[in-house]
């Protein structure tokens, strides 16, 4: 089992349409965790962390589930600017705190 | 403040040529790491320091050097590339003290070919 992974989708869906991305890791001591953006030919930039009570930004909600090893990401009334590619970040545990990348999450929203 | 800034942009080499990729931060980090993304591969670390003064292997050192060569500054060497070293490169950066919830700030990537 890979240490972080993603569906690499793409998810394609209309604007206003609610989507859903989950990212499943292998390490039960990982200990943080995160949802980067990363833009067609672009540096990756950080949306959201991650809480154990999960968290909410405007129309995005984050939420990590232990038992089942998996971070979940939801986007509410997509809008055709969120097509990007979402990486998951796992943090390994220890304390050099190395992060590990999935592969990435295509979304394709359109008109 | 520029953030995490790299040189060059771009970057054609002919197999068996060494370069250096250059990377600095102006936000006084202590972390600095060395990416390379290839398509449905994800970001792959190389080498990482987790502060002035030390280095560490990642997941794909294999013909790769590093040196961080101050706080702001950590250099990526290839001494011999090879065509499988084609690739983006991102550097990073993160946090003034070492914790688990740093976010990483990436500069905008160097794009390597090597023929």
């Known amino acids: 089992r890979k240490e972080v992974e993603q569906d690499p989708g793409p998810f394609n869906v209309p604007e206003g349409a609610t989507v859903a991305f989950n990212c499943t890791y292998s390490?039960?001591?990982?200990?943080?965790f995160f949802w980067y953006r990363q833009d067609c030919r672009k540096e990756p930039k950080l949306l959201m962390s991650?809480?154990?009570s999960g968290n909410e930004d405007g129309r995005f909600t984050a939420q990590l589930n232990r038992a089942s090893q998996y971070i979940s990401l939801l986007i509410r009334d997509s809008k055709l600017s969120d097509s990007a590619t979402y990486l998951c970040?796992?943090?390994?545990?220890?304390?050099?705190?190395?992060?590990?990348f999935g592969r990435g999450t295509s979304l394709i929203v359109h008109p | 403040n520029a953030g995490v800034t790299q040189t060059p942009k771009f970057q054609v080499l002919k197999t068996g040529q060494s370069m250096t990729l250059q990377c600095a931060q102006d936000?006084?980090?202590?972390?600095m790491y060395w990416y390379r993304q290839d398509p449905g591969m994800g970001l792959r670390l190389i080498y990482y320091?987790?502060?002035?003064?030390?280095?560490d292997k990642g997941e794909v050192p294999n013909g790769y050097n590093v040196s961080r060569l101050n706080k702001r500054e950590f250099s990526l060497r290839l001494e011999s590339a090879a065509p499988s070293q084609t690739s983006v490169y991102f550097c990073?950066?993160?946090?003034?003290?070492?914790?688990?919830?740093?976010?990483?700030?990436f500069g905008p990537g160097t794009r390597l070919t090597v023929l």
């Open positions: 990073a950066s993160s946090g003034e003290v070492l914790a688990a919830y740093n976010e990483q700030f």
């Open positions: 390490n039960s001591a990982s200990q943080s």
């Open positions: 991650v809480y154990s």
């Open positions: 970040v796992v943090m390994r545990p220890g304390g050099s705190y190395i992060p590990t």
């Open positions: 936000m006084n980090h202590n972390s």
């Open positions: 320091s987790a502060s002035e003064g030390t280095t």
